[in-house]
């Protein structure tokens, strides 16, 4: 007679030991196991360690205890509840994605199959993307803004050919604008200085740059020591001779931090010269704004920056464009103090209003100024139209529509709210996948609990092609987001494990699904995870690299995202290490990042990394048997802290199992004859 044990809470690993006896497990037992592994984040190592010694008749391997708790997760069944935030619902507002180090061994022959269209990056100009159309002269800004590096001949000459459109017109042209806004800060001026003066630092450990005995300062990439007294530079060898000489060689750091002559303490960092210390040409105009006027030069750089140095599009996304249209035009127009009237539609654009707000009495008293400002932010609104048309005749071109790409297919199919019916109707007659479980994360290696797919994915053959040439390391290699993707963002690279998890976390740190990732984090898959799993998008996307996952989405399927008002922001504790475009600044956004707890990823990582060691030796399979447990009870134990009356109190003692029975799990999934 066949015996069902699972009434009695009875396991058996269907298999005899080395004495040919059947082992029977507990449900206690396997409780105690999983609490090592999962609540405890330890390792199996440890947990078979302390079962053997505390359970005599538990004499079995490391290994067989790996095997027996993996199947017994395998029989959880994780309800929809456990990742659903009962603050944000089912649309969230509000959403942080991002990769983390989690990886386990990666078989080559494991291939995740994620249904979706191929809709590649469209060749979309990269100058489209700006108000400034020439390349040479926004690298020639952005050096100038970033730092004191000299700029070269060629930089020179597109400088001055830009300055002599500065004509005082009362309608400027936009590269004339846009050159009277810049050269108003950073005047062209005379000739970068061949020979630099002689320097007298009245700081070494760090401060506010280099000080030159004139007053001025010196340039990036310009030593004094390297250089004689006639200009001419000495050879390699004579000036590593000299570079121990002179009494800022002797400078050293106390054990209280102090600067004294001689000794055997730290050597003190160089100062750090900044875009202050430029000299010669386009040297800031310190006298009309101050050096130490921290406050006037916050709001000029960030709008300089945005308006000529980097792509323009998204910076009214979500926005008003109809009424900051009606700004720029009062601006160009109309008279002065007029335009403060419509100032608000401004408001959600930190360096725009702050631009205008320190600058508004200079614009009212100076009309070509005023104007000048109101063309180029009449221009960042055009900009957003340029493109616009710029992806509807690619998306529908010939050549595009013989290589298959469906871009335009897929925005006009997919653009509303689609459902999980919807997915499944397209699922049913596609070819490829109508046979496929998708659903089964043993197949598509990724877990939603509470968000079932309501769109295909994106595919981009174009990449994959590429990829296809890579070898070892360099397969994981991530791809540049067009000729305009100047971030500084480079993703890690592990060797013999899988490249770790894409996670999706809502700001009260409820991690709503996972995905495995088998080769370097790409902004690619992040986008195909937006659009696969929310039917009607966030507001706005929290990423560590917003600058890329914007600039692929916009150039692949731009009206999706432009219908749906997303914003893509960079989190805070990322933001500061990126010098990419001020649009994907939080703190320039504050309308929308104000009291949104933009850093929920790194404190569910914090938690989660706990769990690293145990899972790196694992198999695909075994690893994503786990890892759902995983984070479906780190989910429980946020959501009993958000349910309950004290948020910040210690629950690690609390049993979960009456919170999850009386709000997680409504009714017994084994059916009506459990009692």
């Not at 400002?373 to 071109?397: C, M, N, P, S």
């Amino acid at each position: 007679m066949e015996y069902d044990g699972a009434s009695e809470g009875l396991f058996s690993m269907r298999r005899r030991n080395k004495d040919k006896q059947w082992l029977i497990f507990t449900r206690g037992i396997l409780d105690k196991l999983m609490s090592f592994v999962v609540a405890a984040r330890s390792t199996y190592t440890a947990a078979t360690r302390h079962l053997v010694a505390d359970v005599a008749a538990l004499n079995i391997r490391r290994q067989d205890m790996v095997k027996l708790g993996t199947a017994f997760n395998r029989t959880v069944l994780i309800t929809p509840e456990t990742a659903r935030c009962p603050k944000c619902g089912p649309n969230p507002d509000f959403i942080v994605i991002d990769a983390q180090a989690i990886g386990c061994t990666d078989p080559d022959e494991v291939q995740p199959l994620r249904p979706g269209e191929d809709c590649p990056v469209l060749p979309i100009e990269a100058s489209k993307l700006c108000i400034l159309q020439l390349p040479a002269l926004r690298v020639a800004v952005d050096k100038i803004l970033s730092g004191c590096k000299p700029l070269t001949e060629s930089q020179e000459r597109h400088l001055r050919a830009w300055h002599r459109q500065t004509v005082s017109c009362r309608r400027p042209s936009v590269e004339a604008a846009a050159a009277f806004v810049f050269f108003r800060f950073f005047p062209l001026g005379g000739e970068a200085p061949t020979t630099p003066a002689k320097v007298g630092r009245n700081s070494v450990g760090g401060g506010s740059g280099v000080q030159i005995d004139g007053g001025g300062t010196t340039g990036a990439g310009c030593d004094a020591d390297a250089v004689d007294e006639e200009g001419v530079e000495p050879d390699r060898k004579r000036a590593r001779s000299k570079s121990g000489l002179g009494p800022h060689a002797a400078v050293r750091q106390d054990d209280d931090g102090n600067l004294v002559l001689g000794g055997k303490g730290k050597v003190p960092a160089p100062p750090v010269e900044t875009w202050r210390d430029r000299v010669g040409m386009c040297a800031p105009n310190f006298y009309t704004y101050a050096r130490s006027d921290d406050g006037a030069w916050l709001c000029i750089l960030p709008f300089l920056k945005e308006m000529l140095a980097e792509s323009a599009t998204s910076m009214f996304q979500s926005h008003d464009e109809a009424a900051v249209g009606l700004l720029a035009d009062s601006l160009m127009f109309q008279g002065k103090e007029r335009w403060r009237e419509v100032t608000k539609a401004a408001d959600g654009v930190g360096f725009v209003s702050s631009f205008l707000g320190l600058f508004d009495d200079e614009m009212d008293s100076q009309a070509l100024f005023r104007v000048s400002v109101g063309v180029l932010l009449r221009q960042a609104l055009d900009v957003e139209k340029i493109v616009d048309d710029e992806f509807t005749k690619h998306a529908g071109g010939k050549k595009t529509l013989e290589r298959g790409w469906r871009n335009a297919e897929y925005c006009s199919k997919w653009g509303k709210q689609p459902t999980a019916a919807d997915f499944a109707a397209w699922k049913a007659s596609h070819p490829k996948y109508r046979h496929a479980d998708v659903d089964d994360p043993l197949v598509s290696y990724e877990f939603f609990a509470s968000l079932p797919r309501v769109r295909p994915g994106v595919h981009d053959s174009v990449s994959a092609e590429r990829r296809r040439k890579y070898h070892g390391k360099k397969r994981h290699a991530a791809d540049v987001e067009g000729d305009g993707d100047a971030c500084n963002k480079a993703f890690s690279i592990a060797t013999g494990l899988t490249q770790g998890v894409f996670n999706v976390v809502c700001p009260h740190v409820i991690t709503l699904g996972f995905r495995c990732l088998f080769r370097a984090e790409s902004v690619g898959e992040a986008l195909s995870i937006i659009l696969e799993r929310f039917p009607k998008l966030p507001r706005v996307i929290f990423y560590d690299v917003a600058c890329k996952i914007d600039k692929n989405a916009m150039r692949r399927v731009r009206p999706l995202l432009r219908d749906h008002d997303v914003r893509c922001l960079l989190d805070r504790p990322h933001s500061i290490t990126h010098g990419c475009s001020p649009v994907y600044m939080p703190d320039e956004s504050l309308g929308a990042t104000a009291g949104v707890a933009t850093q929920a990823a790194e404190v569910s990582h914090s938690i989660s990394v706990g769990n690293r060691t145990s899972l790196a030796y694992m198999a695909p399979s075994t690893y994503m048997v786990h890892r759902m447990i995983q984070v479906a009870f780190m989910n429980a134990r946020k959501l009993y802290r958000l349910y309950s009356n004290n948020v910040r109190a210690e629950n690690d003692h609390i049993a979960l199992a009456p919170f999850f029975h009386r709000r997680l799990s409504h009714s017994c999934q084994r059916g009506v004859t459990c009692s």
